[in-house]
């Protein structure tokens, strides 16, 4: 819902900035799900495996990349966001992880962890 207020009350966006705003917070916002609900531990403090922290970088990292790579960016309808776009990107999706690990925290406390396969967090 924040983003849906940030970017046409606050930043103004056209269209096709609204369009690639909404394409890299919503991927980032998954990828950052995915490492918070893995584990009961926080998200910082559980090291996922090799395999899928390497490829939530790759993720990151290209979805990040993908408004700047001029003829495919066009064809997929984006725009490059500016320095504070993509500071709000990183913004709200700090605050997203934020909300899930707290609600997550909720949660556990609500209903403790019975076996202890899953206090390791596999």
């Known amino acids: 819902m924040l983003t849906f207020v940030v970017l046409p009350l606050v930043l103004h966006v056209d269209q096709p900035a609204f369009q690639t705003f909404w394409f890299i917070v919503s991927l980032l ?3 950052a799900v995915l490492r918070v609900l893995r584990t009961h531990r926080t998200a910082f403090r559980s090291r996922p ?3 899928l922290f390497w490829t939530t970088l790759a993720v990151a990292g290209t979805t990040l990349a ?3 790579l001029g003829p495919l960016s066009a064809m997929l309808g984006f725009v490059p966001l500016s320095g504070f776009e993509m500071a709000t990107v990183i ?3 700090a605050g997203y992880v934020a909300a899930t690990e707290g609600a997550k925290a909720w949660f ?3 209903r403790p962890i019975r076996n202890m396969r899953a206090r390791v967090g596999r």
């Open 108 to 110: 556990y406390r609500r």
């Open 66 to 68: 993908i408004p700047f």
């Open 49 to 51: 495996a090799p395999l």
């Open 91 to 93: 913004a709200i999706v």
């Open 29 to 31: 916002t998954e990828l």
